[in-house]
């Protein structure tokens, strides 16, 4: 391939062709001719290469340098705050068809109306070409991928969030074996945000292992490694029999015992899945996004895709989050977004002290009572502010974070939000059983959401928003990769927020006790009931983690609250679910037994008690 040295340079021509892959070559050029900037920069695995990347983010006023050394800011536009769920789309070939659940266009007009977008998009801007590696680097794990941006923050972020990837370029030996990614902010404003915001689209193109992102910056929507890369590996993962999750990745610590008991997690937003990464005195592997396979020894083993967080940072405080807001505020490399700013200090909402009435936020220079167009007030920080760090800068990174291996994963953990079905943990009687009870997972909208609080959401391992196949497939995947392992994680629920009336019924810091009843369930160190929905605890095992963790009482009327079995609650999600699965295509015969079955052990049950409301210890 001739590359424009005008617009390359010797040494950018030289660092592509180093890599000796032709699609690499072929894929640049492409999108450079389409785009058009007036400069390229490759970027390699070097510090040299990535302290530019950060320094450009600063030059192009992308990012502004905080009082806290290493710390910068990043805006979004004040209409690119969140995912863009209606304009993130699936193209599908003519004649396809997917689930209702999953938004797909055309792909010949898709492709169409993205090249038409991309087209002279960068005229007079630098195009940065950087590689990164999905999963830890010399792993069977792991996925490389080519990320193409004009926009340095992008790129800068992907530094902080992935494994440096050029090394893994060379090691393709030339093969077409990897994903790729083509970002553009599109025009910009004079706060340096896209204009465009009627034209943003994000468009995935599942045929070619490549998606195309245009006029937007928020992460989301931007960084392709992250929840453009998921929906890429979903695809995959079907395709070759493991797992791509939505999920934290923890090891479990108890004080005590030498040993570290791995598991991994899928909470819908707002349920609790960052705090449950984050249990004081365990150890975080990652907080979003796993790779799950089967190895030699027959065990599942899980990686975490990613090496940073891109946190929200509303609530952390020193009482609730003491470990990430000392991470956050002391100096390391870090970027917050869409936070206050004042004086070259950040604010944002929650964070413990009192918020200044004045400075620039994500609607450029605010003061208190400002509005938008629509005149609404605009508040002092976004509610899905975020920072993004390293995982290695956090006291509890675990230590096998890089680990090619992955580590073992004794549990799976699915977490729901209601205040008034589940108990607050549950053992699945099976994996078929527990796969069930993550497919029939449901949240309740929170104030933090949009629309109407309390709305039971259904949301399949919390991966509805990134599924690119149908939830039968999905779902049968689940089920044939756990009938492929020797030694099956024990799969658990968790619910943190059941109330009564008003009131919740578990402190915060309540997930460590259910935790730790987890780690002990898979060294056969507890007992449990059994109960027509899953394994529950024992009151004096939950008596006694309670008084050895916390020093704390616990009644046996809170243990009666927390896990009587609420049997016309439950019939009536199953009626919710059967309606939903009813209406799907090619769901797995051993799934639709499962909840024939659910539904037949509640009615049993109910009628052996002559009650709706069952306590645990009518099960005993
Ligand atoms: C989520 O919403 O699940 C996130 C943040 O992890 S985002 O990058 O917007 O997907
Ligand atoms: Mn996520």
Redesign the pocket.
């Known amino acids: 391939m001739d590359f424009d040295i005008a617009v390359f340079g010797d040494l950018n021509i030289k660092k592509l062709k180093d890599l000796g892959n032709p699609f690499v070559e072929q894929i640049v050029d492409k999108y450079v001719k389409l785009c058009t900037p007036s400069k390229v920069t490759v970027i390699t695995d070097s510090d040299e290469d990535i302290a530019y990347l950060k320094q450009r983010a600063i030059d192009n006023k992308e990012e502004t340098p905080l009082d806290t050394a290493g710390h910068t800011v990043h805006f979004d536009g004040y209409y690119d705050q969140?995912?863009d769920k209606e304009n993130t789309k699936i193209l599908i070939p003519k004649g396809e068809k997917l689930s209702k659940y999953m938004n797909t266009a055309d792909r010949d007009d898709g492709l169409e109306e993205i090249m038409g977008l991309l087209d002279g998009i960068m005229a007079d801007r630098e195009m940065l070409i950087s590689f990164f590696c999905l999963g830890p680097v010399n792993s069977r794990f792991s996925i490389p991928s080519l990320q193409l941006t004009d926009s340095a923050y992008v790129a800068h972020s992907e530094t902080i969030l992935y494994r440096p990837g050029y090394g893994e370029f060379k090691n393709l030996n030339g093969s077409d074996n990897f994903f790729h990614f083509i970002h553009s902010s599109g025009e910009l404003d004079e706060n340096k945000n896209s204009i465009n915001i009627d034209k943003r689209r994000v468009y995935m193109d599942i045929e070619e292992e490549r998606v195309f992102t245009v006029n937007t910056q928020?992460?989301?929507n931007s960084?392709g490694l992250?929840?453009l890369a998921l929906r890429l590996a979903i695809n995959r993962a079907n395709r070759e029999d493991w797992l791509c999750e939505?999920m934290l990745v923890m090891g479990a610590k108890p004080e005590g015992k030498d040993r570290i008991t791995y598991f991994t997690g899928a909470f819908p937003?707002a349920c609790g899945k960052t705090s449950t990464a984050m249990i004081p005195g365990q150890l975080i592997v990652g907080d979003?996004i796993a790779y799950i396979r089967k190895a030699d020894d027959g065990k599942a083993y899980a990686v975490n895709v990613e090496q940073g967080i891109?946190g929200i940072i509303e609530n952390v405080n020193p009482i609730d989050d003491p470990l990430i807001y000392r991470t956050i505020t002391t100096p390391r490399e870090l970027i917050v977004s869409n936070v206050l700013v004042r004086e070259g200090v950040p604010y944002w909402l929650g964070m413990g002290k009192s918020l200044p009435a004045d400075g620039v936020n994500f609607s450029g220079e605010w003061s208190l009572g400002k509005t938008d167009s629509k005149g609404n007030e605009i508040i002092p920080a976004h509610k899905n502010a975020r920072y993004t760090v390293r995982i290695s800068e956090l006291d509890n990174c675990d230590p096998k974070l890089h680990d090619p291996e992955g580590v073992p994963v004794s549990g799976i953990i699915y977490g729901g939000r209601d205040s008034d079905i589940n108990p607050p943990i549950l053992q699945s009687l099976s994996w078929t059983h527990g796969v069930f009870m993550g497919a029939t997972l449901e949240s309740e909208t929170t104030a933090a959401t949009i629309g109407k609080q309390g709305v039971r959401k259904h949301n399949p391992m919390a991966n509805l928003d990134f599924l690119v196949l149908n939830l039968g497939t999905y779902i049968e995947n689940h089920l044939n990769f756990g009938k492929s392992l020797e030694h099956v994680p024990l799969i658990f629920s968790t619910n943190y927020f059941l109330k009564d009336g008003e009131k919740f019924l578990n402190d915060i810091t309540d997930k460590k006790i259910w935790l730790l009843w987890m780690e002990g369930r898979v060294h056969n160190e507890f007992d449990a009931i059994k109960t027509p929905i899953g394994f529950i605890p024992l009151y004096d095992d939950v008596l006694s983690l309670f008084s050895q963790l916390f020093d704390k009482p616990f009644s046996s009327e809170l243990y009666v609250k927390l896990f009587s079995i609420r049997t016309e609650k439950l019939l009536g999600r199953l009626d919710r679910m059967e309606k939903i699965f009813g209406e799907e295509l090619e769901m797995p015969k051993s799934f639709n037994e499962e909840l024939v079955n659910q539904r037949e052990r509640l009615l049993s049950t109910k009628n052996e008690h002559n009650k709706d409301v069952i306590s645990p210890y009518d099960f005993v």
């Open positions: 969140a995912r928020y992460a989301g960084v992250k929840k939505h937003s979003d891109f």
